[in-house]
């Protein structure tokens, strides 16, 4: 989806310690995908996703920038 699409953008930065699967997280709610390996965080990943809500009135894009920073 375009930039000038999107009604709204949120930055997310998920911190915490290393391991505990905040990439496993954000890439099962990406990219719908999950896997039991460990995926270590080199310094920040950014991923992004749109998502759209249906309101009374039409909808509202939501775009979201996730900051999965290195544990």
């Known amino acids: 989806m375009e930039d000038d699409q999107v009604d709204r953008k949120l930055k997310v930065v ?3 310690d290393g ?3 905040k990439t496993s997280l954000v890439k099962r709610f990406v990219h719908e995908t999950y896997s039991e390996k460990y995926i270590k ?3 920040v ?3 992004t996703k749109d ?3 249906k309101t009374k009135t ?3 894009t ?3 920038q996730i900051y999965d920073v290195m544990g």
């Open 58 to 60: 039409g909808t509202l």
């Open 41 to 43: 965080a080199l310094g």
């Open 62 to 64: 939501t775009g979201l």
């Open 19 to 21: 391991g505990v699967g």
């Open 14 to 16: 998920l911190v915490g």
């Open 51 to 53: 998502i759209v809500f």
């Open 45 to 47: 990943n950014v991923y």
